[in-house]
């Protein structure tokens, strides 16, 4: 009887999860364009950098008004002041890490980037993909990368539960995953000598309780979400190139 118990207790977790699941994917959200970043920033007498980015929807940035507010673009602004910066965006909204090494990763290793960043994590998280093989997947691109000579920058994941389209339980289940994805970005940038974005550092309570840093579907950041995205991996480019600005 208390197995028996147990197991409905269990079934019952699953199809409370699945629910709200299905919920947030097929509550109607407006739809919103999606940006290509790729540019170049900064006077031509600067010395050169190339940056590839690598990513899903926090690349292409459905939710803000123009490319300029993307957090990669912010980045690549205050990098002006110091370089000719040549940004190419290989990103594509929904990507996880395998779609990454797939399509993306032989494209951006012919354009021969000084700089990587990489913009994957949450995606895996949120369709379930495990966690080993997300570690695999990222530590093939962060390898191909640094034996490339490129330098790399990881996004980390943040605090998914904060995302205002989850409800609970399945907002609590995803904020546990995050936290075991963001330590593989950790894990995979320990063993290469790569950089990854403390996206912790940022206040939970700021996602949770602000959603002005959200767009209208209340899944992707908006502008101000971008700034503070910009703010965080400003910090982690400048030291990683050894700029003053750190």
Same mark, same amino acid.
């Given at each position: 009887?208390?197995?028996?118990? !147990?197991?409905?207790? %269990?079934?019952?977790?699953?199809? *409370?999860?699945?629910?709200? /699941?299905?919920?947030?994917?097929?509550?109607?959200?407006?739809?919103?364009? #999606?940006?290509?970043?790729?540019?170049?920033?900064?006077?031509?007498?600067n010395?050169?950098?190339?940056?590839?980015?690598? +990513? &899903?929807?926090?690349?292409?940035?459905?939710?803000?008004? %123009?490319?300029?507010?993307i957090?990669?673009?912010? !980045?690549? =602004?205050?990098?002006?002041?110091?370089?000719?910066?040549?940004?190419k965006?290989?990103? !594509?909204?929904?990507?996880? %890490?395998?779609?990454?090494?797939?399509?993306? /990763?032989?494209?951006?290793?012919?354009?021969?980037?000084?700089?990587?960043?990489?913009?994957? +994590?949450?995606?895996?998280?949120?369709?379930? *993909?495990?966690?080993?093989?997300? #570690? @695999?997947?990222? &530590?093939?691109?962060?390898?191909?990368?640094? %034996?490339?000579?490129?330098?790399? !920058?990881?996004?980390? *994941?943040?605090?998914?539960?904060?995302?205002?389209?989850?409800?609970?339980? =399945?907002?609590? /289940?995803?904020?546990? $995953?995050?936290?075991?994805?963001?330590a593989?970005? @950790?894990?995979?940038? @320990?063993?290469?000598?790569?950089?990854?974005?403390?996206?912790? &550092?940022?206040?939970? #309570? =700021?996602w $949770?309780?602000?959603?002005?840093?959200?767009?209208?579907?209340?899944?992707?950041?908006?502008? $101000?979400?971008? @700034?503070v995205?910009?703010?965080?991996g400003w910090?982690?480019?400048?030291?990683?190139?050894?700029?003053?600005?750190?």
């Amino acid at each position: 009887m208390i197995w028996r118990a !147990i197991f409905r207790g %269990a079934l019952g977790a699953v199809a *409370v999860v699945s629910a709200e /699941l299905l919920y947030a994917i097929l509550r109607p959200a407006p739809k919103q364009e #999606e940006f290509d970043p790729s540019a170049v920033f900064g006077d031509a007498a600067n010395p050169p950098i190339r940056i590839a980015v690598l +990513g &899903d929807s926090t690349v292409t940035a459905p939710g803000v008004g %123009a490319p300029d507010e993307i957090w990669i673009s912010r !980045i690549c =602004l205050k990098l002006a002041a110091t370089y000719r910066v040549e940004l190419k965006s290989f990103a !594509i909204g929904g990507s996880m %890490a395998h779609n990454l090494v797939a399509e993306q /990763l032989e494209p951006a290793l012919t354009f021969e980037p000084d700089l990587v960043i990489l913009s994957v +994590g949450a995606n895996d998280a949120l369709k379930g *993909v495990t966690s080993r093989v997300f #570690e @695999e997947n990222l &530590d093939r691109l962060v390898a191909d990368f640094t %034996a490339a000579g490129a330098t790399v !920058i990881q996004s980390g *994941v943040g605090d998914l539960g904060t995302i205002p389209r989850l409800l609970p339980p =399945l907002r609590h /289940l995803l904020s546990r $995953r995050a936290l075991q994805f963001n330590a593989v970005h @950790e894990r995979v940038a @320990e063993r290469h000598g790569s950089w990854v974005v403390p996206q912790r &550092d940022s206040p939970m #309570e =700021l996602w $949770r309780d602000d959603r002005d840093m959200w767009s209208a579907d209340l899944f992707h950041v908006s502008a $101000r979400g971008h @700034e503070v995205w910009g703010d965080l991996g400003w910090k982690t480019v400048a030291r990683a190139l050894d700029l003053s600005d750190a």
